[in-house]
């Protein structure tokens, strides 16, 4: 794309999700072939208000420099720009709804399944935590599926850069209860471990329909999470406990790397070097 984009470059569909501080809908170029995207709309007002300028602006440069790398895992960030209210981020359209959906629809999903939507996870992390990027934020409502059933990690509305980490965003809580890790709770700390420890919560997830640690309340839940008391409800294979449980320790110095997860024998099926298949959906 080149040239500024106005809002009336594209027509705007229906609404894609919210968050906390953006409604995403899906829209179409008007010209170009009337291809899909997502777009991210940030009211400047509110970002203003609830000082969220900053991280808006870490998410554009974040996501600038990740797309460079053209990882199929992350979302793609065509362009941004902005009016008078608003700020515009314009997305890969990323059509096969939420990890988090699936879940919901189809419950405990089956091992292959689980194996191979952690192993894209994980290969995804992996790249970003090389490129110095913590997502601080990951959960099933930010790992999108594509129309494959491939997945495609979005919102780094939360993410910093590892060199920026213990001084700018340690202190504050921006992830959500029940994916944070003991860290930042207990030292206000947060790491590329944090990011593991949310993989663990994801793992655990994707095979027991529900995360490991909910209370009928955030402190409850901070409460479970500290104490590490998570049980497992339904059965599951010894390879998958072993790896939730080496995971969800309080010390992240203890958790294995991003690199040290792909070779855990649960993946000793997968070759990390086949790209194809490892990025083949759940749904080809
Ligand atoms: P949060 O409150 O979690 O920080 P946010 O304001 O940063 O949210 P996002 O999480 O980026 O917003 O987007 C909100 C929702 O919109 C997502 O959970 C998802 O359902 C949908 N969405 C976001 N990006 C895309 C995309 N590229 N393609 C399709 N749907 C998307």
Same mark, same amino acid.
């Given at each position: 794309m080149s040239g500024k984009r106005t809002p009336g470059d594209y027509v705007f569909l229906e609404q894609l999700?919210? $968050?906390?501080? /953006?409604t995403v809908f899906r829209a179409v170029e008007r010209t170009n072939g009337g291809r899909n995207y997502a777009i991210k709309v940030c009211g400047k007002k509110h970002i203003i208000r609830e000082k969220k300028?900053?991280?808006?602006?870490? @998410?554009?440069?974040?996501?600038?420099n990740l797309a460079r790398g053209g990882h199929p895992g992350i979302v793609r960030l065509f362009c941004t720009f902005h009016d008078a209210e608003n700020l515009y981020f314009v997305l890969e359209y990323v059509s096969g709804g @939420?990890?988090?959906?699936?879940?919901?629809?189809?419950g405990p999903l089956p091992e292959s399944w689980s194996k191979h939507l952690f192993a894209q996870?994980? +290969?995804t992390v992996d790249y970003m935590h *090389?490129? $110095?990027?913590?997502?601080? +934020?990951?959960?099933? @409502?930010?790992?999108?599926? /594509?129309? @494959?059933g491939r997945i495609v990690?979005? +919102?780094? $509305? *939360? *993410?910093? *850069?590892?060199?920026?980490?213990a001084q700018d965003r340690a202190a504050s809580f921006v992830g959500t209860a029940e994916y944070v890790a003991p860290e930042l709770l207990l030292y206000s700390q947060c790491g590329l471990g944090s990011d593991v420890w949310a993989l663990g919560c994801i793992l655990y997830q994707l095979t027991q329909g529900a995360p490991p640690f909910r209370g009928e309340n955030e402190l409850k839940t901070f409460e479970q999470i500290v104490a590490l008391d998570y049980k497992w409800k339904i059965p599951t294979t010894p390879q998958i406990t072993a790896l939730v449980r080496n995971i969800l320790v309080l010390d992240p110095m203890q958790r294995p790397s991003s690199k040290q997860l792909k070779q855990n024998s649960w993946f000793s099926s997968i070759d990390w070097n086949d790209r194809a298949t490892l990025w083949k959906g759940i749904w080809e």
């Amino acid at each position: 794309m080149s040239g500024k984009r106005t809002p009336g470059d594209y027509v705007f569909l229906e609404q894609l999700g919210q $968050g906390s501080y /953006s409604t995403v809908f899906r829209a179409v170029e008007r010209t170009n072939g009337g291809r899909n995207y997502a777009i991210k709309v940030c009211g400047k007002k509110h970002i203003i208000r609830e000082k969220k300028v900053k991280y808006v602006t870490i @998410e554009k440069d974040l996501l600038n420099n990740l797309a460079r790398g053209g990882h199929p895992g992350i979302v793609r960030l065509f362009c941004t720009f902005h009016d008078a209210e608003n700020l515009y981020f314009v997305l890969e359209y990323v059509s096969g709804g @939420e990890l988090l959906s699936l879940l919901r629809r189809n419950g405990p999903l089956p091992e292959s399944w689980s194996k191979h939507l952690f192993a894209q996870l994980v +290969d995804t992390v992996d790249y970003m935590h *090389a490129q $110095g990027v913590i997502h601080r +934020d990951l959960k099933p @409502e930010n790992v999108l599926l /594509s129309q @494959e059933g491939r997945i495609v990690i979005t +919102d780094f $509305g *939360a *993410a910093c *850069a590892l060199s920026n980490s213990a001084q700018d965003r340690a202190a504050s809580f921006v992830g959500t209860a029940e994916y944070v890790a003991p860290e930042l709770l207990l030292y206000s700390q947060c790491g590329l471990g944090s990011d593991v420890w949310a993989l663990g919560c994801i793992l655990y997830q994707l095979t027991q329909g529900a995360p490991p640690f909910r209370g009928e309340n955030e402190l409850k839940t901070f409460e479970q999470i500290v104490a590490l008391d998570y049980k497992w409800k339904i059965p599951t294979t010894p390879q998958i406990t072993a790896l939730v449980r080496n995971i969800l320790v309080l010390d992240p110095m203890q958790r294995p790397s991003s690199k040290q997860l792909k070779q855990n024998s649960w993946f000793s099926s997968i070759d990390w070097n086949d790209r194809a298949t490892l990025w083949k959906g759940i749904w080809e």
